[in-house]
Each structure stands twice: as structure tokens, then as C-alpha cells.
């Protein structure tokens, strides 16, 4: 039901833009109105990126993505995105689209076990 798209080899320094698009449902279901990226390295856990909901307002990022990232919505294309700038060698990963509202209300946004829809993903693979 989440479709993420965008990544690709790049070198160090260099943007990527994410993109995840629902079918079946929309983000507008309450069910899925909750939006993240995570990201897992190979050898290590997923770990959250970034979060926002999509009626809007404040978004959430991880602490090693501060300034560097932006994740935003496209109400049209019921579609969320995750611009990636200034990219470094560690932020190669498979990257994931994630939906929920429990991790709204949980308040635990970060946790990976609290959301019920996930992308398929998509590999960011950054060159030194």
C-alpha cells in the first residue's frame, strides 16, 4: 500500500529527493494519517529519520538529518516526500516509508514497532 521511490547511488555532498506514494488507501485515513522515514544499514536496526502528520503542522527529524533533511507532503498526489541534501557516506541505507496513527497517539513517533504500514524501500547509496 506504500510505494517509496528516489533513491539511487550519489556522491558524498550530493541530493536525493525520497518520495512515497499510498495506493489502496489515502493518507487522509485516520488509520494512516501519521507519517515517517526510517532507515536501516546493513549490519544495523532501522532507525527513525524523520516524522510529520499529514494534516501538517510540526515535523520531526532524527538529530544526525537536523539541517540537512525535509520531509513534506503533496496533498494532491497523496504523497509524502523526503529531501535529502548534503549527503555523507553514513546515510547509505535502505530507506522506509512508514504510516500509522498509533505512534501519534503513542506519542512514540520513533518507534518503529509503533506503525503498521510500511514501503517496500529504497536503497540510498552515497560515495566518499
Known amino acids: 500500500q506504500l510505494q517509496a521511490s528516489g533513491g539511487g547511488l550519489v556522491q558524498a555532498g550530493g541530493s536525493l529527493r525520497l518520495s512515497c506514494a499510498a495506493s489502496?488507501?489515502?493518507?487522509?485515513?485516520?488509520?494512516?494519517?501519521?507519517l515517517s522515514w526510517f532507515r536501516q544499514a546493513p549490519g544495523k536496526e532501522r532507525e527513525f529519520v524523520a516524522a510529520m502528520a499529514w494534516s501538517g503542522g510540526v515535523t520531526y527529524y532524527a538529530d544526525f538529518v537536523k539541517g540537512r533533511v525535509t520531509m513534506s507532503r503533496d496533498i494532491a498526489k497523496n504523497t509524502v516526500y523526503l529531501q535529502m541534501n548534503s549527503l555523507k557516506p553514513e546515510d547509505t541505507a535502505v530507506y522506509y516509508c512508514?504510516?500509522?496513527?498509533?505512534?501519534?497517539?503513542?506519542?512514540?513517533?520513533?518507534?518503529?514497532?509503533?506503525?503498521?504500514?510500511w514501503g517496500q524501500g529504497t536503497q540510498v547509496t552515497v560515495s566518499s
Open positions: 512508514a504510516a500509522s496513527v498509533r505512534a501519534y497517539y503513542s506519542g512514540r513517533y520513533s518507534w518503529s514497532s509503533d506503525y503498521d504500514y
Open positions: 489502496g488507501r489515502t493518507f487522509r485515513n485516520g488509520a494512516m494519517s501519521w
